[in-house]
């Protein structure tokens, strides 16, 4: 899944996203030129965008790569385990992933690490 914004900063990953997944997109104005991306779907809403995900997935998982997307899917409780890969990069700029997030307290299981060449991968249970 994939806002907008990030969607149209990455061209729509030439309607072939680097993982081979097709792509939902959550926006309120899908392009005039939709037809481009055959294999993207565009909806209104985080709820929609995740079930039309879930149906698309089938027994895979769905993955959220849009920080208000995913800020929007955890304050609905959408989410079951959020994914954190630390890197020797540092951003001045940009979205914090939770930035502006509804309940302030956000509960998570202990994190299982996976160690990889320079970077860390945490991936933690929203604790519910």
Avoid at 95 to 118: C, E, F, N, S, W
Wanted: hydrophobic residues 45%.
């Amino acid at each position: 899944m994939s806002g907008r914004h990030l969607f149209e900063i990455a061209e729509g990953w030439g309607d072939r996203h680097p993982v081979g997944a097709p792509v939902v997109v959550v926006t309120h104005r899908p392009p005039k030129d939709a037809d481009r991306w055959p294999r993207t779907t565009f909806v209104d809403g985080v709820d929609t965008a995740i079930a039309r995900a879930k149906q698309i997935a089938g027994a895979k998982g769905v993955c959220i790569a849009s920080a208000n997307i995913a800020r929007q899917a955890l304050e609905l409780g959408l989410v079951d385990e959020v994914c954190v890969s630390l890197v020797p990069v540092v951003f001045g700029e940009g979205i914090p992933y939770l930035a502006g997030l509804r309940d302030k307290h956000l509960l998570l299981d202990d994190p299982t690490v996976l160690q990889g060449r320079r970077a860390l991968h945490l991936r933690y249970r929203v604790h519910r």
